[in-house]
């Protein structure tokens, strides 16, 4: 079983900047294509990004393209989500989680799943 540890959380001002991180547990994690999602009080998760297992094939939402960048480092079974320009809708519980099957865009595709860091974001 892999075990997905988020990190880097916290409150910002608009305009600002975070970095996310994720750890897996497993190596078999350098073979699976990592997404992240986000979930807003009251709203369903939603796509954010997502990273193949080579690095470079990454996909955005239409909402953080531009702004948001994920990559991966295999050799620390890390996944990263650098967020700049930071705005107050993008205030939610991020979520990383491992691609199963199925289309990255969906959050069912996903088996495995961290616990979830908040972002706040104050305008």
């Known amino acids: 079983q892999v075990q997905l540890v988020e990190s880097g959380g916290g409150m910002v001002q608009a305009g600002g900047s975070l970095r996310l991180s994720c750890v897996a547990s497993?190596?078999?994690?350098?073979?699976?294509?990592m997404g992240w999602f986000r979930q807003a009080p009251g709203k369903e998760r939603e796509f954010v990004a997502y990273?193949?297992?080579?690095?470079?094939?990454?996909y955005y939402a239409d909402s953080v393209k531009d702004r948001f960048t994920i990559s991966r480092d295999n050799a620390k079974s890390t996944v990263y989500l650098q967020m700049n320009s930071l705005r107050a809708e993008d205030t939610a519980v991020y979520y990383c989680?491992?691609?199963?099957?199925?289309?990255?865009?969906?959050?069912?595709?996903?088996?495995?799943w961290g616990q979830g860091t908040q972002v706040t974001v104050s305008s």
């Open positions: 989680a491992s691609l199963r099957w199925g289309s990255y865009l969906d959050a069912s595709s996903y088996d495995y």
């Open positions: 990273t193949a297992w080579m690095p470079g094939q990454t």
């Open positions: 497993a190596r078999t994690f350098n073979y699976a294509g």
